[in-house]
Each structure stands twice: as C-alpha cells, then as structure tokens.
C-alpha cells in the first residue's frame, strides 16, 4: 500500500521547482505575459532540457515514457510558479492522442519532435463540450470548415489536433493554406489561448481516422482535465502559501493578523478543502493509467472540484491579503487568473458535474 | 502509487475472512450500541474475538489481551473484512478504546491488573468524566474538586455529556486536585466507581430526542487514593496521550461512503410530482458535489493511512480530518431530508416516514458531531496554529 507520489516522482516535481525558483520569477512571468507570442524560446529549451515535453512520450521516440502522475506533477509546479509554457497540448494532450490512436508512422513523425520540443501542438477541442458563437468545424468532403474557439496554447503551436464533427481529430498544420489564428485575450495571459478559423483546409493527417477518433478525444480530454485540475492545485499551494506567510507578517491592531481567529479559520478551510482535493488529484491521475474504466469519471470530478476549491481559495487568499492583494503589481492576482482560466477550460464545474451523472447512468431516463 | 496490500497481507485476510465464515453466525446482531450493556451473546462473542486477535489486538497478553504487535495494515483488513461480512466488532466504548491504552501506558501494576481484562472482555463498562457545564471547547478550566481526606479523595461538582454513564460500572474523570493554579498542572486523572455513595446520574435528552449522554452529579463521593492514575497533576499530560491514540486513528471514510451510497439509492426511490429526485438536474448536481468530496475523502485517507505505514507525519493534511468528515456527515444527511422535502421532516414514527426517520436522526446528530469532541471552530483553531504555524490568540490577562 503506497498511496503518494514515488521518489522518482518527488525528485521531478524538486527538479522542476528549483528550475521555476530559480529561472522563472515572476518578473520574467509578467515578461512573457506582456509579450505578442506568450511564448519565451529559452524557458521552453529550459523545459525541454529537463525532459518536460517528452515526460509521456514513449523512450522509443525520445521520450521519458512516463505516466499521467508524472506529467500530473510537473502540472502541479508550473501551475505553482504560473509558468508560460505551451505545456497542455504539447505535452498532454497532444501525446495521448497520439499515443492512443496514432498510426506507427503518425506517432514516428510527430512524437520524436515532441519530445525535442521542436514542435508545439495546439489543441482545438472545446467544442466537444461547449459550442458557442457557432463555433464548430465540419468536414466537408474532405475539407475542414469552420471555427474553433479557445484553442489551447494557439499561439505557439506549429500544428493543430482539431476535433472534427465530434468524432474525428485531423491534424492541421498551422501553415497549412485556409488556415488562420487569432489570440483570445482572457484574464490569464500566462498561457494563450485562440481562435482557429478553417478555411476549406485539407488536414495533413486523421488521428484514428476519419470518424474513428472517438476514444482519442476522450483519452485527450481525460488527461486535460487531470492536467487542469493539477495546474489549479499548484496555484492554490501558493495562493494559500502567499496567505499564511502574510497573516504571519501583517500588523493591525498590534497583532498579527493570523492571531485573529477571523483570518485563520479562512486559512484552516483552504488547508481543509485543498488537502483532499489534493489526494483526488493523484488518484485520478493515477486511475488514468492503472483503472482506465474509471479515468473518465474520476477527470470529470477532479477537474470539477479543483475548480470549485481552487476558486473560492484564491478569492480567500486574495481577502486576507487585503488591499494589497487587489493591486496589480502584488503578484497574487497571477494565480486568481490562472486559476480562472482552467476552471472554465474542458467544462466549467456544471457540465463536469453533469458529465459525471451521465458516465454514472444518473442522468434522466 | 501502488494500492494492493501485498501478499503477505492478502494471506492475514484470508485468514480474516475463513474466521468470519466458519463464527459468523455466533455473532450477535448489530453494533453495539451506546444504549445498554452487552448481552451474554456479546461477551460471548468478544471471548472469541480476543482469542484470535481480532479484539484487544495490541493489548498484552499478561493483562488478558492478543499481544499483537501493533499493525495498521492487519488493522485495517480486520475492520474492511469484518465490515464486509457486516459481522460486530464486538464490545466497544470509551473502556476498551480509551481508558486501556492509558492503563497501558500509565497505570500501576495493580491497576493494569484490576481493570485491563474484564474491560477488554465487556464485563465493567466505563464513562469518561472530562466536559463540565463550564468547560467545554476549555476543557482545562474545569473545576470538580477532588481533595485528600486520610486514605481517600473527595469529589465534589458535576460533569455532563456522559456517555453510558447510566449503566457503567466506573468512570475515568479529570478533576482539579490542586485549587492554585497552574490551570492544566492542576487536574489528575481518577478511576470512580460509578456505584459510590454520592453520585447521581440524570440522563440528558438530546435534540435528536434520544437520550445517549449523561449529567453526573458529585456530592461528597469518595474514592481510594489509589485510584489515581499517575501523580496528583498529571491528569491532563496523561489525558491528552489518549487523546492522542484517538487522533491517530485514521480518517476512515467507510461510513461516508456508505452513506453516500444510501442518500443515491433514496434519490433513485423519492419522487415530487412524478419525478425521480436523481431526475431533478438541481438535486442531482447537490448529489455529484458530494461526490467529488466523498472522493477525495476516500482516497486522502488512503493516503494518510500511507503516512501511518511510512510513520511520516501527514501535518495539516491529518488535522483536517475531524472538521471535513463531520461536514460531509451532515451534508449527505441535510440532502436526503430535502430530497424528500416536507417527507423529510416526518419522525417519532409517523405515517409514510422514511428509513424510521434515520435520515432526520442523522441530520441532527451529525450536529452533535461536529460539536462533540472539539468543536469546528477549536478543530480549525488546531489546523491553523499547529499545521500552518498561525499564532495563538492573545489571552486575555486574568482578573486580579
């Protein structure tokens, strides 16, 4: 019985933490935010030399060939150090659909590159749970039309896994004629997201093939949302962090003001709500390789839950700070954004929930 | 991340469970509940228990226990396998589960002799005597007076939410022994015969309507001064090391669990106007809330039973165990009476009530719970100084 992270798992999430204390302060954070592209090439080198991209990928192509749990864990730092990385399709999403449905020769000529981080991948899947500002992209004999909106790391991203009529996942390369993309400003500008409009495009490539996706783009969305939800436990273990060290230091009414009763029951409740959210985090990034048939319920709860707990905590963490939580130039804010954005990706906590019910066959008959 | 148990420990739940299938049926009925003394069918069962270590199981052999070396992964097998097969897990109260790891740890020769056995057997019941009327969350500020007189104490005052203690045979109590402070350096521990001359017990009926708790009244009760555990003033140290074989003890969610599991079944059974309440898409979003937390319940005492086994100390992430648990209690218990909405209110047996109006019991009992045995706000008072590092709140300085 070993319920926890393994040595091998503790020393990555060191490694890369050293690696974010030491190479990302927020001062390069707010760099990159305010950069057009989101994107700083040397972090990513940074990233790729500790074997990030590469951590699913199989060692065959260059990869770690690890498991979610790990990627789970280095989810969790970046997300604590609010790191700009085109992480989340690159690194998750991108490989476990290919890995899940990708032909030997698809897998040979995208995942090596991967790994090296020599290629990013966007992925353009959101409307498989939410379809708004008729936004959708169909095949039409053969060629792509349509739109995709929020796009996860768009702007970086040298080729696109585009979900197609709900059951298809065709690879679009970004310069593919027909094809165009546009950054979607949001609250979070840590990571980019976008529009990506399909103009008559012949795909590359169909993952699985045409129609035959269907479990890819479950796969894909399962380990997103774990990712998510880990991302979110990172920035809540700083917010609440940020929190307690400052009720720790902040005098009024000569006292500290962690002294007052009214300050650390807030922080006892996010110590009480992120510590099991926490263990529901590592089981279901666990579940995803080890109890398959439970991945899917287990991605919806914990994406649904982190972001229930991770937003009611950054707006506590933000409280106790005060005044100076609600500046701009007091980092805490990185972290309420970051969080903003992920609890909406892949299904805000409703549709989660709801999606939950029906893997359960609780949903009306 | 590796949840078997492994094979050694697989074989003890074979042995477990070849137990449960051969006695079984010599098992008395139900758990054990806080309302009367065990029956002959009990003592006989716990007889059985003991004998093969699946009571008193760390309690030593000399003083009529198992003398098994402590295991929290044998622990665990016992109570899933005995849970399993829905078997009692035999006498159980504040006299086996408190006052024999105490005796273990700080009683005399004498005392380990006098009252180890017969109280791991079932034969004398104990109530615990700690919270008065004016010492509740401030358990130290308590004030039954226990003074020496020749070869005795006498005890004057009162305790209150004294479980069991209109049938216990004996009671362990904190009484203040020196009146001068030091406040906690002040209290010693006593054993008191709840059959001296003196005592009067008045049962306390609770909101529920039950009547599970006590007050008892102290008039002039003597007791040998050889009832006291550990030296005069020592009562609290020793108290809190029981408290603390208490807070070890993992955060099982398996009543969580099973509770959840009954709350589905009645939202698949309830209907308003026709419709299902798992139907309902505002009740079953309440339903999937729980989940996720019932989840997360589930698989952090998964992982606090592997800091037990690594005996690495879990920090904040065990201090919370108490304060969520009793949450989640009383929120499943608060869905299921508004799943059946003006349903949900019926009780004291009445025409078309539910599950004998458990639901209602559990909705309010789980109340009790959060306050008994240190309050949310003491339990998040706990979390805050000694797993975040927050400092105390200033006291204020005593009247002169």
Redesign the interface.
């Known amino acids: 019985m070993d319920f926890g992270l393994s040595q091998e798992q503790q020393m990555l999430e060191q490694t890369l933490l050293r690696y974010a204390e030491d190479h990302v302060p927020t001062k390069r954070v707010r760099a990159i935010m305010a950069s057009d592209s989101g994107h700083d090439p040397a972090l990513w080198q940074g990233l790729v030399e500790l074997g990030i991209p590469g951590l699913l990928v199989p060692d065959v192509f260059g990869g770690a060939g690890l498991t979610l749990l790990d990627v789970a864990v280095a989810a969790r730092v970046l997300g604590h150090g609010a790191v700009p990385a085109p992480f989340l399709g690159t690194a998750v999403m991108g490989p476990v659909a290919l890995i899940t449905a990708g032909t030997p020769a698809q897998q040979k000529e995208w995942l090596p590159r991967i790994a090296a981080g020599t290629t990013c991948i966007g992925i353009a899947a959101t409307e498989v749970v939410s379809r708004r500002e008729g936004a959708g992209v169909r095949d039409e004999r053969g060629a792509l039309v349509g739109k995709a909106l929020f796009v996860i790391d768009s702007a970086t991203a040298n080729a696109f896994l585009v979900v197609v009529d709900t059951e298809s996942l065709a690879l679009v390369p970004r310069d593919a004629p027909g094809v165009s993309v546009e950054t979607l400003a949001t609250v979070d500008a840590t990571r980019r997201v976008g529009e990506l409009k399909l103009d008559n495009v012949r795909p590359a490539d169909w993952i699985g093939g045409r129609g035959g996706a269907a479990h890819a783009i479950e796969r894909m969305l399962d380990a997103g949302r774990i990712v998510l939800a880990s991302d979110i436990l990172g920035a809540c273990d700083r917010a609440l962090a940020m929190a307690v060290e400052y009720a720790k230091q902040r005098k009024q009414f000569d006292r500290v003001i962690g002294s007052f009763q009214a300050v650390k029951h807030l922080c006892a409740e996010m110590v009480a709500d992120l510590e099991p959210a926490r263990s529901l985090v590592w089981y279901a990034a666990h579940a995803f390789d080890a109890a398959p048939h439970e991945a899917s319920l287990m991605a919806a709860h914990a994406k649904a839950h982190l972001a229930e707990v991770g937003t009611a905590l950054v707006k506590t963490a933000t409280e106790i700070h005060g005044g100076i939580g609600f500046t701009d130039d007091y980092d805490l804010h990185l972290w309420f954004k970051r969080v903003g954005l992920n609890r909406q990706l892949f299904g805000g906590p409703d549709a989660l929930r709801a999606h939950a019910a029906q893997l359960q066959g609780w949903d009306a008959a | 991340?590796?949840?078997?148990?492994?094979d050694e420990y697989e074989a003890f739940r074979a042995d477990v469970r070849r137990f449960l299938d051969e006695h079984h049926q010599r098992a008395p009925q139900g758990a054990m509940g806080l309302g009367g003394r065990p029956d002959a069918k009990m003592l006989e069962w716990q007889k059985l228990l003991i004998e093969h270590g699946y009571a008193a199981r760390t309690t030593p052999r000399e003083y009529g226990g198992y003398g098994a070396e402590p295991d929290l992964?044998e622990r665990v097998i016992i109570d899933e396998e005995f849970a399993r097969a829905g078997a009692s897990r035999g006498v159980s109260g504040q006299g086996p589960d408190m006052l024999v790891p105490t005796l273990v740890e700080h009683g005399t020769e004498e005392q380990k002799r006098a009252w180890i056995a017969p109280t791991i057997r079932g034969e004398v019941i104990w109530c615990q005597g700690y919270s008065e009327p004016g010492s509740g969350s401030d358990l130290a500020s308590l004030q039954t007076r226990a003074v020496v007189d020749g070869d005795d104490f006498v005890i004057n005052g009162q305790k209150i939410w004294t479980t069991s203690a209109h049938f216990a045979d004996m009671m362990f109590a904190l009484v203040r022994t020196e009146p001068e402070p030091p406040k906690h350096g002040g209290i010693s521990y006593l054993l008191v015969p709840m059959k001296s001359p003196g005592i009067d017990v008045r049962p306390l009926r609770t909101m529920t309507g039950g009547a599970e708790f006590n007050e008892v009244f102290f008039t002039d009760v003597r007791v040998p001064r050889s009832n006291i555990v550990g030296q005069c003033g020592e009562g609290w140290k020793i108290a809190n090391t029981t408290l603390l074989h208490e807070r070890n003890m993992l955060g099982s969610s398996a009543q969580l669990e099973s509770a959840f599991e009954g709350l589905?079944r009645l939202m698949q059974q309830e209907t308003c106007n026709g419709v299902r309440a798992?139907?309902s898409?505002l009740l079953?979003?309440s339903?999937?809330?729980l989940?996720?937390?019932i989840?997360?319940?589930k698989?952090?005492s998964?992982?606090l039973?592997?800091?037990g086994?690594k005996r690495e100390w879990p920090g904040?992430?065990a201090l919370?165990i108490k304060?969520?648990g009793c949450q989640l209690s009383y929120d499943i218990a608060a869905l299921a009476v508004d799943v059946m909405g003006e349903l949900g209110v019926l009780y004291h047996h009445s025409k078309y009530e539910r599950a004998g109006g458990l639901w209602q019991f559990q909705y309010m009992l789980s109340i009790g719970l959060i306050i008994g045995g240190g309050t949310a706000?003491i339990?998040?008072?706990i979390?805050?100084?000694r797993?975040?590092?927050?400092?105390?709140?200033?006291r204020v300085p005593e009247k002169a």
Not at chain 2, 1 to 6: C, I, N, S
Not at chain 2, 387 to 394: I, S, Y
């Open positions: 991340m590796d949840l078997t148990y492994g992964l589905v798992i139907d898409p079953r979003d339903l999937l809330r989940q996720a937390r989840l997360a319940a698989y952090h998964m992982r039973l592997t800091c086994l904040a992430a919370i304060l969520t706000q339990q998040k008072n979390i805050a100084e797993g975040l590092g927050l400092p105390r709140e200033p």
